[in-house]
């Protein structure tokens, strides 16, 4: 078998060569997210995410009942969403 240099191949085992950390590209370090801890992590997210999936449901609403003339059960639903969302928005 030949060995490459900075490639570690895990014992025993003739698959796939494994490169070292030293061997890896800059961009493939540890990230940001890597970082960051689980619950600001977690923060981060919900930041971005609950605001997001808001305003969604309610484009996604304002459009179903523009088509169809009035509240359909999909735009309940999405209009139920939107308003979660903005109860969670306001107790973060």
């Known amino acids: 078998m030949v060995r490459l240099p900075g490639v570690v191949t895990p ?3 003739g698959g796939p060569a494994v490169p070292t950390v030293e061997d890896r590209h800059p961009t493939e ?14 923060l981060v997210v919900l930041a971005v995410l609950v605001p997001l999936v808001g305003w969604l449901a309610r484009r996604l609403a304002e459009r179903s009942e523009a088509r169809h003339d009035g509240a359909t059960t999909t735009s309940r639903v999405l209009r139920g969403v939107d308003a979660t969302t903005r109860k969670a928005r306001a107790l973060a």
């Open 11 to 13: 014992a025993g085992v």
């Open 29 to 42: 370090g540890p990230t940001m997210w890597k970082l960051l801890k689980l619950r600001l992590r977690t």
